[in-house]
C-alpha cells in the first residue's frame, strides 16, 4: 500500500515551458486536492476534486489546470510556467464525496519545483 | 475568505522543554485538526479534534477544542529533537463545495540537544 505518490521530486523548469506534476493514489479515496507550500504563506490549496470526471478551483488556480479521469490519478500541470511557481507542491487524498469526510488528508512527499 | 491565525510562527527550544502553541479564527469551525511536517516529507496527521471543549492526547501530545469553537491550542511535553519540523492547524467544516478545510501558516518547532 504505497499511499499518494508524487512525481517527480524535483524539477527545474524554464519560463514559458508546461509540465505536469503526477499523482497517484491507492486508497480508492475520492477526495484528491492539490496544495502549494511557500514560505510564510502555509498551504493553499490549488484544485480539488471529490471524484472522477468532477474537479473544481481552490484558492490559487491561476495558471494550473487539472483533469480526474480515474479515482487513482490527479494530475497538476503547469500551462506556461513562471518564476512565481516556484514552490513546493503537495497533493492529497481523502475519503469522502464531498470533502474530505473528517478532515484528514493523507499528503504524498512533495513535488519541488523551480522556475528560472 | 476564513483564515487562520497560528502563533507562534518559529520556536527555538531546548530539548525537554515543554511547547505550547495554538490557533485562532474569527469563523466557527466543527472540526480542529492539527498536521506535522518533518522535514522533506508531507504533512501527517497527529491529532482530530470534533467536540467543543473536547481535550486529547497522543502520546506526549495534547491538544483543545475551544469552547467557543474558534480555537484550538496544542501542547508537547519533554520535547526531543525529533519533535522538530513544521506544526499546522487546521479548521475545518464538513460540506459544501470544498469542505471547507482551512490550514493556519504554521509554527516552525526548532529543537536543541
Known amino acids: 500500500n504505497a499511499g499518494v505518490t508524487q512525481t517527480p521530486k524535483f524539477q527545474v523548469l524554464k519560463t514559458g515551458q508546461s509540465m505536469t506534476l503526477q499523482c497517484a493514489q491507492d486508497m480508492n479515496h475520492e477526495y484528491m486536492s492539490w496544495y502549494r507550500q511557500d514560505p510564510g504563506m502555509g498551504l493553499r490549496l490549488i484544485h480539488y476534486s471529490v471524484g472522477a470526471g468532477i474537479t473544481d478551483q481552490g484558492e490559487v488556480p491561476n495558471g494550473y489546470n487539472v483533469s480526474r479521469s480515474t479515482t487513482e490519478d490527479f494530475p497538476l500541470r503547469l500551462l506556461s510556467a513562471a518564476p512565481s511557481q516556484t514552490s513546493v507542491y503537495f497533493c492529497a487524498s481523502s475519503y469522502g464525496s464531498r470533502g474530505p469526510n473528517t478532515g484528514e488528508l493523507f499528503f504524498g512527499e512533495g513535488s519541488r519545483l523551480t522556475v528560472l | 475568505g476564513q483564515q487562520l491565525n497560528q502563533s507562534p510562527q518559529s520556536m527555538f527550544i531546548q530539548e525537554g522543554e515543554d511547547v505550547s502553541m495554538n490557533c485562532t479564527s474569527s469563523s466557527i469551525f466543527n472540526t480542529w485538526l492539527w498536521y506535522k511536517q518533518d522535514p522533506g516529507e508531507g504533512p501527517v496527521l497527529l491529532i482530530a479534534?470534533?467536540?467543543?471543549?473536547e481535550l486529547t492526547s497522543n502520546g506526549r501530545l495534547t491538544a483543545q477544542f475551544g469552547i467557543t469553537r474558534k480555537d484550538s491550542f496544542l501542547n508537547i511535553s519533554a520535547s526531543i529533537p525529533s519533535d522538530v519540523g513544521i506544526y499546522f492547524c487546521?479548521?475545518?467544516?464538513?460540506?459544501?463545495?470544498?469542505?471547507?478545510?482551512?490550514f493556519g501558516k504554521g509554527t516552525k518547532l526548532s529543537v536543541k540537544p
Open positions: 479534534l470534533y467536540k467543543a471543549g
Open positions: 487546521a479548521g475545518y467544516n464538513y460540506g459544501g463545495s470544498q469542505g471547507n478545510l482551512i
